[in-house]
């Protein structure tokens, strides 16, 4: 653990009295033993979910849509299923439903994607390359789960009415490696939990507010030391609306709308890790501008410390919803661009504030990010 440096506020000095409290199973309906080691404590369960803008924390300068999610967007939807069971299983699967009721293989969307830095094993990339189209709901689990579930989310396509003579199908599986907290060996994720995050996606609350921090792909995951997750944010401008989620899981130095955080002691290798990055737009584009805003995610990353380290896989995927034939011009999409970045980068700060210190295999601790430290931050 490292001490505030000498250059840092008092203010925050006092505060990181080692957040290392409230050991307990994250994300599940059974809380441990407290084990109270620090007088810094952990938000109280009452704001346990809480998101960075309820701790006086607002990210640029464009406003969010009603949930602040990439549901903002007419028609995402988002499902998880979560893994969290016994000491070693913290994982699970996140999908995200382009437009949701719909048969997206019989609809195709606009799409593209982008490599940041390319250490990892994301799936149905190139197909989208080459035809700037998405075909299927995009799904986020674990590196050694992206076969089982690109299996089942094949499996699914295959089994939507309309698709009975459908011979080839493309399906976007993103990940992050949750080894740290999860046996990621034990192959956790098995296809039924694609069919719970599917069927999840289906109901009418998954187009609403989504569950952030230890839940589905993120339950296993870490960020900046601290214990990442699931988060996303929205922009309004123009009339258009663009929503980003992210699964965090990667490292440098945290910095909170522009401020250094004090920070943990890293482990080796603990800077490396991976981000996932999907981006949801209304406006008209065509592949080629969505992989314009694709591109601009990353900057949003950077925002909150992340330099895409050598051992991290970071990749965005932006697809379009809009039926209208009337695209934008390329001289109206600086202020989408801006939306990119702002939403990126409060997704990852949300995807922070509302996880909770998880307890995984070999009885390793993830803290949580102390919301006290977020605080602090605004008040600067």
Not at 6 to 23: E, K, N, Q, Y
Not at 77 to 98: C, F, K, N, W, Y
Not at 230 to 259: E, K
Not at 319 to 337: A, H, I, M, N, W
Request: proline letters at 4%.
């Amino acid at each position: 653990m490292q001490c505030e440096t000498p250059s840092r506020s008092s203010t925050l000095r006092a505060l990181l009295v080692l957040p290392w409290v409230l050991i307990s199973t994250a994300c599940t309906t059974t809380t441990a033993p407290v084990q109270e080691t620090s007088a810094l404590r952990e938000p109280p369960a009452e704001v346990q979910g809480a998101r960075v803008r309820d701790l006086g924390v607002e990210i640029g300068t464009l406003p969010p849509g009603p949930n602040n999610a990439i549901t903002d967007v007419a028609g995402v939807a988002v499902g998880h299923a979560t893994v969290d069971s016994g000491e070693d299983a913290r994982t699970g699967v996140t999908l995200i439903v382009p437009r949701q009721g719909e048969n997206t293989f019989q609809r195709k969307l606009a799409c593209a994607v982008h490599t940041a830095n390319g250490f990892g094993k994301a799936a149905g990339f190139t197909q989208v390359e080459e035809l700037g189209t998405l075909e299927a709901p995009i799904a986020l689990t674990n590196t050694l789960a992206v076969g089982t579930v690109l299996d089942a989310l094949v499996r699914r396509v295959l089994r939507e009415p309309g698709n009975e003579d459908v011979r080839s199908v493309n399906v976007v599986v993103g990940e992050t490696n949750d080894g740290y907290l999860n046996d990621i060996r034990a192959f956790h994720v098995t296809r039924a939990h694609v069919d719970a995050a599917w069927d999840a996606a289906q109901r009418p609350e998954a187009r609403g507010a989504v569950r952030e921090g230890c839940v589905g792909a993120g339950t296993g995951t870490r960020c900046f030391a601290w214990k990442g997750g699931i988060g996303t944010a929205s922009r309004v401008v123009g009339g258009w609306t663009v929503g980003v989620l992210v699964q965090s899981n990667f490292g440098g130095a945290l910095r909170i709308d522009g401020h250094a955080v004090a920070e943990l002691e890293l482990e080796e290798g603990q800077e490396d890790g991976s981000c996932m990055m999907v981006i949801a737009t209304d406006a008209p584009l065509d592949a080629r501008q969505l992989g314009r805003l694709a591109r601009r995610a990353p900057l949003g990353l950077a925002r909150t410390g992340s330099v895409l380290s050598h051992g991290s896989g970071d990749y965005a995927i932006a697809f379009g919803v809009s039926d209208r034939k009337e695209l934008l011009e390329d001289r109206e999409l600086t202020p989408l661009f801006q939306a990119v970045v702002e939403a990126t980068e409060e997704a990852v700060l949300n995807s922070l504030v509302a996880a909770r210190t998880t307890r995984g295999q070999g009885g390793r601790v993830v803290p949580a990010l102390p919301h006290a430290l977020v605080r602090a931050a605004a008040q600067r």
